[in-house]
């Protein structure tokens, strides 16, 4: 049996930005517990620019991105397992997990951080009717293909779903000299980030066609085409307007989900909005010493937050390790009207990582105008007005030590919509 | 004669849809902005879009098959085309460091491709 | 010169296949497809039934009945995972009460033992996410259920290794008679044999008229199903049906052998025979009927859809016997539902049939009743899984992360006998790429293990046998072969609109 005082689950940009951290906070025995053969989690793949303009202050690819954070490790003194899968955590933060050199390890640590990210949602979670041929794949397994294997998964291609990978992957296979005939999204806007839209679709005309899905899947052996048709409100498909297009791949990119089996394993309670732990003012689940980061957390747009998140994540588990703290009063957040999640979940003002806590959310629709109002049993704490929310991409509010003290009982997020604009 | 183009902004959320009018690669009239903001991008993106390229190269390595790279600074859109067919036969042998040249001057751009990761074995 | 030919790899050929490799004679089967349990014995319920739906006196009762009394010990000999968990099937109305008391004196006709009627009260005691509306329910304390790929495998594996020969990818064309036997053609050879077993499951019917024998049509009947992510596998223990109609067992909700919970199937005749395709109206019905039975269906848990075809004669009743017209042929045709339970007692009856008709079985010594060891680490002891590693530490490589799936166990269903060539052969193995991301992580990787063992270029990797390659192109293969001028210049698109008003359902 090992003993570690902080193992971190994963590599990817959460892991190692948490490492880092906890590493200069004074954490001493500090591990990273990685699947894959190298670190850098799914950024190695992402080889597009566009990552680390908050935190680096400049526009940095997937790999480079990573490489600033991999490249700090062996001075921190951090120790790395790679090609070690993690098979079990127990509540008491023991960890189970296999490689081919040492076998089974068994970990004892006094605190843990879950970094695994999330996954791809799959074609099954959508009931695209329709064969099952070789062509269909989500983005992310297409993007490994051509970005990691050097392969090239399809020619002709059809996107559903304007996630960002899928944006990315559209002007990926287009500059290989593959073919995108067009992006479909089945809501009536993007689910990308705007400078996804103009800089992958529109710059090689590739038409994104909102408010459309797939309603078949054409071929036996490999994908021949996809009939695609027109949604209603309630986003049925419209079947008068059923249209055939031929491809020999279809490429999925409708979303991502949370990777949290093995947090399920150490009890901790679930958001059902974000599918991930509920956590507190230190990223801490409420499973005692765990914490979580990133992706696991809840699926975010920008990788800048997410290694915000994993800093918080790692003070927090310093704070732990040193101060063996007991239980504070704890402050429950709720997500109100107009919104789909708040994090965190609860905030414990006497342990607070500093005077002002991040507050991280996602709107349920998109408002030109929206009113966000912080309230409590005795009264609103906050408001703040926003142009331009979509569901795609995160707020962000930052409360005072001092706001958070007056409230009573629970904040409760609410963003209402202000009156509706006449330009369109 | 002058011509129309729309350009969305990207510089923030809002996402402005600006019509532009040009003539002879001058601009004549502009609408839809909002911010100051907008007007410079615009204006680049209509008399000369450039964009930063990021693909790959061969990598010859046990284990590894590709190296991402990236142009270090914009390229003119107009010669995307004619880097990814120089890169097309640019093979790298490791070691290699993120910021190595693995092409100087592509496409005639004056901007080199640079590696975007490290490999050491 | 054979023996006998077996047309068709499914469950049926290939129980006959395991049976008859305990002879000293010389026995092929031939298989349309790349692997075997590539058509109905892949996608149906896997369930193991009791016996009570079948007419007294039918195939279908008596094979049924004496299928699911031989289960247990063949999965056994051939470590093929069975759970005998029963099954129930629910009456939900007043009305329906009555069929089970028919349903249950069918059964006892039938021979099926400790079939009992339980009420409300006990029912919710077993299953507590039953609709909370049921009045009643058979109990058919004999049904199980078994993984149908792993088990039609398991047996193909047995015969192989105890000298039946396979040929894949190679359909029949023709069958002409010859010198008291046939000439068995595919497309790229022939052999010659005494017997023909016509096993071909839902093109038996064209192979019979093929070969000048009795003349009868197959329907294909298609059922369409969605599976659950194994984090809902607790919601019911049972296999669990509604009350039948006369034409099929209805839309059940069902446990699987490997942890998750299915819906399906429902019950369509079409006229293409390769159709399985999942459709949408299809969907609906299954959910619909899934959820008269369990309300609570956790629909945003379906990890996969698919649909599978049953082969219906227009007898309505299985065909097991010795061609009249053409001698030496043996139908084995219209093997629907019950047939995977029917399967080890079909082949019993195919060898006495093919002993009527004067083949000449004498038992072999040294018949081998087991397959090598299959290796599923995902179900050991931290122990075990240390010493394997110790002796091979391809076991502490884990490929497919959502089913604990190690290189080893890869390379291990690549080597096998009559080892997986595509990336579906793997998944139906080891279920690499069966979990809840379906093959996102792994399959990538299992495609460079299926290219460096089977000594292949990765483009020729496939999922399912020729033309359905994965990989369309090589490295940079599609640049310049093309024209790019044509999208660099900004096209005019609908895109940024805002138009808000919907919620976000996905």
New interface residues.
């Given amino acids: 049996m090992l003993y570690k005082d902080l193992v971190i689950i994963g590599g990817g940009p959460a892991g190692l930005a948490a490492a880092l951290e906890a590493a200069e906070q004074g954490v001493k025995d500090v591990m990273i517990v990685e699947?894959d053969?190298g670190l850098?989690g799914i950024l190695?793949q992402c080889?597009?620019?566009g990552f680390g303009l908050h935190v680096f202050k400049e526009?940095l690819?997937?790999?480079?991105y990573?490489?600033r954070f991999i490249?700090r490790l062996d001075n921190a003194g951090i120790e790395v397992l790679l090609?070690t899968?993690v098979?079990e955590i127990t509540p008491d933060k023991r960890i189970?997990a296999?490689?081919?050199?040492?076998?089974?390890l068994?970990i004892q640590a006094k605190a843990v951080i879950l970094a695994m990210g999330c996954?791809?949602?799959?074609?099954?979670?959508?009931?695209i009717?329709?064969?099952?041929?070789?062509?269909i794949f989500?983005a992310?397994?297409a993007q490994?293909?051509?970005?990691?294997?050097?392969?090239?998964?399809?020619?002709e291609v059809v996107i559903l779903g304007s996630g960002d990978i899928g944006l990315i992957m559209a002007r990926r296979f287009?500059?290989?000299?593959?073919?995108v005939k067009c992006v479909l999204e089945?809501?009536?806007?993007?689910n990308g980030l705007?400078?996804n839209?103009?800089?992958c679709?529109?710059?090689?005309?590739?038409?994104?066609?909102?408010s459309h899905t797939v309603?078949?899947?054409h071929g036996?052996?490999?994908v021949e085409g996809v009939t695609v048709a027109k949604v209603d409100?309630n986003?049925k498909?419209i079947l008068s307007t059923a249209e055939f297009i031929s491809c020999?791949?279809l490429l999925l990119s409708?979303?991502l989900i949370p990777e949290n089996?093995l947090t399920?394993m150490t009890g901790a309670d679930f958001d059902a909005n974000t599918q991930g732990p509920m956590v507190n003012q230190r990223m801490e689940t409420s499973c005692e010493g765990i914490f979580a980061c990133g992706n696991v957390l809840h699926v975010h747009d920008l990788v800048d937050f997410v290694t915000m998140e994993a800093k918080f994540a790692a003070r927090g588990a310093a704070q732990y390790l040193k101060e063996k703290d007991g239980p504070c009063r704890k402050m429950s957040v709720i997500a109100g009207e107009g919104l789909?999640y708040v994090l965190p979940h609860a905030v414990g003002v006497e342990k607070m990582l500093d005077e002002k806590q991040n507050f991280f959310m996602r709107s349920?629709?998109?408002?030109?105008k929206a009113r966000l109002s912080i309230q409590s049993e005795n009264g609103t704490i906050k408001t703040r007005m926003l142009?331009?929310v979509?569901?795609s991409?995160m707020i962000n509010i930052e409360l005072n030590k001092s706001e958070i003290s007056k409230a009573a009982g629970h904040l409760k997020f609410i963003l209402q919509?202000e009156g509706a604009s006449d330009e369109? | 004669m002058s011509d129309k183009k729309n350009v969305t902004c990207i510089i923030c959320p809002v996402g402005c849809r600006i019509e532009v009018e040009i003539e002879n690669g001058n601009i004549l009239n502009l609408s839809g902005y909002r911010c100051r903001r907008s007007l410079q991008y615009v204006k680049d993106e209509v008399t000369s879009p450039k964009r930063i390229l990021t693909t790959t190269v061969r990598l010859k390595a046990k284990g590894a098959h590709v190296l991402p790279v990236r142009t270090r600074a914009p390229i003119p859109k107009s010669l995307l085309k004619e880097a990814m067919k120089e890169l097309k036969s640019v093979s790298v042998a490791i070691p290699v460091k993120m910021g190595d040249v693995v092409l100087k001057d592509v496409a005639g751009t004056g901007v080199d491709v640079v590696a975007s990761r490290s490999w050491t074995e | 010169m054979y023996d006998a030919v077996i047309i068709g790899g499914g469950v049926t050929g290939c129980m006959i296949a395991r049976e008859l490799s305990r002879y000293d004679i010389k026995v092929i089967l031939l298989e349309k497809e790349e692997d075997v349990a590539c058509g109905t014995s892949k996608a149906n319920s896997a369930v193991i039934h009791a016996g009570f739906d079948a007419k007294p006196g039918t195939w279908k009762a008596k094979m049924n009945v004496r299928g699911n009394v031989l289960f247990p010990g063949i999965c056994d000999e051939l470590d093929v995972p069975y759970i005998n968990n029963g099954s129930l099937v629910v009456a939900v109305e007043d009305g329906e009460i009555k069929i089970l008391e028919k349903l249950l004196n069918q059964g006892r006709v039938n021979g099926v033992p400790g079939l009992e009627i339980i009420g409300h009260d006990e029912l919710m005691k077993m299953e507590p996410n039953l609709n909370t509306k049921v009045k009643a329910a058979l109990y058919a304390p004999t049904a199980g259920i078994v993984c149908p790929y792993e088990f039609t495998i398991a047996l193909a594996e047995n015969a192989a290794i105890n000298g039946v020969e396979f040929r894949f990818n190679s359909p029949v064309i023709e069958i002409a008679a010859e010198d008291g036997g046939f000439i068995v053609k595919t497309p790229h050879d022939f052999v010659k044999t005494r017997f023909v077993i016509n096993a071909a499951g839902l093109f038996s019917d064209e192979i019979s008229k093929m070969a000048g024998a009795e003349e009868y049509t197959i329907t294909p009947r298609k059922g369409e199903y969605l599976i659950f992510d194994k984090k809902f596998g607790s919601l019911i223990k049972k296999v669990i049906f509604p009350t039948p109609s006369e034409i099929s067992k209805g839309i059940l909700v069902c446990p699987t052998v490997d942890g998750n919970i299915f819906i399906g199937p429902n019950s369509n005749d079409i006229r293409d025979k390769t159709d399985v395709g999942v459709t949408r109206e299809g969907i609906e019905e299954i959910i619909e009927g899934g959820k008269k039975l369990v309300p609570e269906l956790p629909l945003s848990g379906v990890i996969t859809s698919f649909a599978g075809l049953r082969a219906v004669s227009n007898t309505n009743d299985f065909i097991i016997e010795a061609s009249r017209k053409v001698k030496g042929f043996v139908n084995v045709g219209g093997i629907q539902s019950p047939g995977f339970t029917s399967a080890p007692a079909i082949a019993e009856t195919v060898i006495e049939i093919l002993k009527e008709e004067g083949m000449d079985l004498r038992e072999k010594p040294g018949f081998v009743p087991t397959r090598p060891r299959k290796y599923r680490f995902r179900e050991m002891d931290n122990l075990t899984r240390q010493k394997l590693i110790e002796e091979n530490p391809a076991f502490g490589h884990v490929i497919c992360r959502c089913e604990t799936v190690t290189e080893a166990e890869i390379v291990d269903a690549i080597r096998r006998p009559l080892g997986a060539k595509s990336l579906d052969g793997i998944k139906r193995r080891t279920r690499a790429g069966m979990g809840r991301c379906q093959g996102g992580f792994c399959s990538s990787r299992v495609l460079s293990i299926l290219a460096r063992e089977l000594k292949i270029d990765p483009l020729q990797v496939t999922k399912c046998g020729p033309g359905s390659e994965i990989l369309k192109g090589g490295y940079k293969e599609f640049i310049a072969e093309k024209d790019m001028d044509e999208y660099l210049n900004t096209v005019e698109v609908e895109s940024l609109s805002w138009k808000g008003g919907a919620t976000n359902a996905l």
């Fill in positions: 699947r053969s850098g190695q080889i597009h620019n526009e690819t997937g790999p480079e990573a490489q490249d090609d899968m098979i189970f296999v490689n081919s050199e040492k076998g089974v068994e996954r791809e949602r799959t074609r099954g979670a959508l009931n009717p329709g064969f099952r041929p070789a062509g989500t992310g397994t490994r293909y051509v970005n990691i294997e050097g392969y090239m998964p399809g020619k287009t500059l290989e000299g593959a073919r089945i809501m009536p806007y993007s705007t400078r839209v103009v800089q679709l529109e710059d090689y005309g590739i038409p994104l066609r909102l309603i078949d899947i036996k052996k490999r409100e986003l498909p020999d791949t409708v979303g089996e399920k789909r349920i629709k998109p408002m030109k142009s331009y979509k569901p991409e919509e369109r």
